[in-house]
Structure formats: C-alpha cells, structure tokens
C-alpha cells in the first residue's frame, strides 16, 4: 500500500536526490500537475525531524533508501526550468558527457512560465539522474499548491544497506514503472 508524504515548502528539504534516477519528459507544455517518477530517494531523519506519520521509526540512523519507484508530485505548477546532460552509452561504468564539436557538453534544456508567477511561487529543485535519455539532469519547478511523495513504505530500505549492497537495492532497469 502507498504512502502519501506531504513535502510542501520547508519539508521539501526532507527529501534527498543525490542517488535518484528520474523518469519525466519535458514536453513542450509544462501541466499544472507535473508528476516525476524516482527511484532511490532517501530520507534522512537524524538530519531533519519527519513527520510522525511517516511509516518508519523517526530513531532510523544513516537514512532511508527508497528501493523502488516512488512518484513525486507537484501541483498547481506555474514555471519550471529543465536542463539534461546525455551520457555515452557504457558498459564500463558511469558514462561520461556527450561531447558537441566546439569541445562543450550536450545539454537539452527548457524553460516555462513567466517570472512574475514564479515569484509569488514556492521554488522545488531536482539535480541528479535522468533515465532517459540517461545523464545528469537538473530541473526546478515553480508551484504555488501542495508538493507531496507517494512511496511504498515495502520498498524501505537502510541508507547503509544500500551503500553495502547498490547493485542489489539501486536501480532495476527492469522494473515496470507505475503508471503517470
């Protein structure tokens, strides 16, 4: 069963993307909902306080690892900026950046809304991985509604765990996504 987390203005920092791998596509129109699909999140409770409905002992040391799709979402959305950097394909560990011919790295960036709404908005920052096409991306959304998380609370995992064992708990390339 999925768990909703309220991550709206402050408790967005609750949330750490450093290891996630984003699924969304930057269309040319940005919705006023946008969903991102991650897998990997973390939560950090010795870091900062979680809510007392979170599903898992606020005392949990070195974090929680989400192993496992989790669906962020963020409404009533009023501008976003959104840049990817595309890595080469390897077999041989991480890849590296694609590499246009004036010797600068391949970015695909978007930009939505007007600055004036983004200012009375509540700015939400994304930097880490995208699945496709795979690469660093970073992305900030504008929202001026609620911002919240659903997780499956099944997919838990400590942070620690997941630093011993990645290829076991990091991402499944394979994995059926939840539908967005």
Do not use: C
Not at 49 to 65: E, K, M, N, W
Not at 142 to 149: D, H, Q, R, T
Not at 156 to 164: G, H, I, M, N
């Amino acid at each position: 069963m999925l768990f909703k987390y309220d991550l709206t203005e402050r408790r967005f920092d609750q949330l750490d993307m450093d290891e996630a791998v984003l699924s969304f596509r930057a269309d040319e129109h940005l919705p006023e909902m946008v969903r991102v699909l991650a897998w990997g999140v973390i939560f950090h409770p010795e870091r900062q306080a979680l809510d007392p409905t979170f599903p898992v002992s606020t005392g949990a040391r070195g974090g929680i690892y989400v192993s496992g799709w989790s669906r962020l979402t963020l409404e009533r959305v009023v501008g976003g900026d959104f840049t990817a950097s595309p890595y080469e394909p390897t077999l041989e560990g991480p890849g590296k950046a694609f590499i246009r011919k004036d010797g600068g790295h391949l970015e695909l960036s978007r930009s939505w809304g007007e600055s004036e709404e983004r200012q009375l908005a509540i700015e939400y920052p994304l930097g880490t991985f995208l699945e496709f096409p795979y690469g660093n991306v970073q992305a900030t959304f504008y929202a001026k509604g609620p911002v919240y998380i659903d997780l499956d609370p099944a997919k838990f995992v400590a942070y620690e765990e997941y630093l011993k064992a990645p290829r076991e708990f990091g991402i499944d390339w394979w994995h059926e996504r939840w539908h967005i």
